[in-house]
């Protein structure tokens, strides 16, 4: 669907905006405050991108993935905001990755998916920031590995190892096979999109 309003926005069609706007807005956010933290860069780098986006249509093309498109744009101008304030420089810079989950927030019926989305929750705070952010962007936001390599500059085949040695060490941490392992990501997933 997005891709056909992807299509429509090039066109000039301001509602096929709009509905990019709302529909890509929230995984944006989320990908920017894990990366930065802060709210306010975050949510100004978002807007400028948006305005260049409508800015700059006419020298667009279609894309297959707007979402990772946006969020390649949105990495980036966050590292540019760093640098030109100060607040990194090129050469010190290190990238960290937050994941956290706010279940509090969560109505969760069942004492055990509670149980076991905290289990999962303690779990991933154990990994590199890295493997969370190759987890995060893998597992949460469900993109490519090659879409994945674009974000994090690193290259495919880094990637596999990196996710493998994740789901490992998840393996270790929670004494559970892998299939099972997935299944509490898919888990956390839910519960965390659903408020």
């Known amino acids: 669907m997005i891709d056909i309003q992807w299509s429509l926005f090039l066109s000039g069609d301001k509602t096929a905006f709009e509905y990019i706007y709302r529909m890509l807005l929230p995984p944006l956010y989320e990908y920017g405050m894990r990366k930065v933290g802060d709210e306010a860069l975050v949510r100004d780098a978002?807007?400028?991108i948006f305005e260049q986006l409508w800015e700059g249509r006419g020298k667009l093309s279609q894309i297959s993935r707007p979402k990772h498109y946006l969020m390649v744009a949105l990495k980036n101008r966050l590292l540019n905001a760093q640098l030109k304030e100060g607040k990194l420089s090129p050469i010190t810079y290190?990238?960290?990755?937050a994941?956290?989950?706010?279940l509090e927030n969560q109505i969760i019926k069942n004492e055990e998916d509670n149980r076991r989305a905290q289990q999962i929750i303690r779990a991933l705070d154990q990994l590199t920031p890295k493997q969370r952010e190759v987890i995060y962007l893998r597992y949460f936001e469900e993109l490519s590995y090659?879409?994945?390599a674009t974000l994090t500059n690193?290259?495919?085949?880094?990637?596999y190892k990196l996710n493998h040695r994740a789901i490992e060490s998840l393996k270790e941490f929670l004494s559970m096979p892998k299939a099972d392992i997935v299944l509490l990501l898919t888990f956390v997933k839910m519960l965390y999109s659903n408020y």
């Open 99 to 102: 994941l956290q989950f706010n």
């Open 146 to 148: 090659e879409e994945i």
């Open 94 to 97: 290190k990238e960290e990755f």
């Open 154 to 159: 690193i290259s495919v085949k880094s990637l």
């Open 46 to 48: 978002i807007q400028d």
